[in-house]
């Protein structure tokens, strides 16, 4: 039995699917398994990760999990994991980990992995940069007027497709040789801005234009739905993003086998969330 939680979202959605196409028994976690729809197969419980007292009995029987950690609750979940058997996890970390402390997103998640390096767990930590899954906040704009409004066109990032996050994972929980690494994950080809505009314009078969905004534009609309400190993170990544080049590492090949999918290969594998007939 393999426990994953965060069964529902983006990442922890295909570990689930591809623990049980590799035949293992999985056990989803999620807040609200009336509402979960998850592949036949799955045993699905119920529990909060930012209430640890919820997932008594979320681990009985199993000995690995993986892990959508909440930075504040992440010791007592991982206490508990461990007492009830779990002995490996594989934890969704950010790249942000290996920054600086002046960085509350890098503090975050440094807080989540010093935890679990203290845990007496085996861990994986799985460092992702940009989720490919950020654009589809462009999917309404998209689908109701074929334009995309957003700073800095010329911002180069290297986006990565959520499955290939969840292989290595994957690969991770059932694999021996793992413990103890920290993963770094990008996609294989960065891009612009303009360009993943560019890309999903191509996988719905019509134009998408994009509309830029000044940066104070694009702020007003970011702190709607994020913290201020955050937004003014990501603008200024936005910003040092213009005429670089952004890195490309080879992690997702090395640890699982296959090359990583490129943004264009995720807009075709999301072209119906921005508008295209199904």
């Known amino acids: 039995m393999i426990v994953v939680t965060g069964a529902t979202g983006n990442v922890g959605g295909n570990v689930v699917r591809q623990l049980l196409d590799a035949g293992e028994r999985v056990r989803a976690v999620t807040r609200s398994p009336g509402a979960a729809r998850l592949p036949d197969g799955v045993e ?38 461990r007492a009830s058997g779990v002995r490996r996890v594989v934890v969704l970390s950010s790249s942000a980990a290996a920054g600086q402390a002046d960085n509350p997103i890098s503090v975050m998640h440094q807080t989540v ?33 074929g334009v995309v409004r957003a700073p800095y066109p010329g911002a180069t990032v290297n986006l990565i497709h959520e499955a290939d996050i969840a292989a290595v994972a994957t690969t991770a929980l059932l694999e021996d040789g793992h413990v103890g690494a920290r993963y770094p ?5 960065p891009m612009t801005q303009a360009e993943q ?26 702190v709607q739905y994020m913290p201020e400190p955050i937004a003014d993170i990501m603008l200024n990544y936005w910003a040092n993003s213009v005429g670089s080049t952004a890195p490309v590492l080879p992690t997702v090949e090395q640890v699982t086998g296959r090359a990583a999918r490129s943004y264009p290969e995720w807009a075709v594998d999301h072209a119906e969330d921005f508008g295209a007939s199904s």
Do not use: C, H, K, Y
Not at 115 to 141: I, K, M, Q
Not at 199 to 215: K, L
């Open 185 to 189: 994950l990008t996609g294989p080809e």
């Open 113 to 145: 992995e010093r935890a679990l390096e203290n845990s007496g767990l085996d861990w994986t930590f799985v460092r992702p940069g940009g989720f490919a899954t950020n654009t589809l906040s462009w999917a309404p704009s998209v689908r109701a007027e």
């Open 197 to 222: 505009v560019q890309a999903i314009g191509a996988a719905i078969g019509r134009d998408v234009r994009f509309e830029e905004q000044t940066p104070e534009q694009a702020r007003r609309a970011m």
């Open 44 to 81: 699905v419980v119920g529990g909060d990760l930012t209430e640890p007292s919820t997932l008594a009995g979320a681990f009985d029987g199993a000995e690995r999990m993986f892990l959508f950690p909440v930075p504040a609750t992440v010791g007592s979940v991982a206490e508990l994991a």
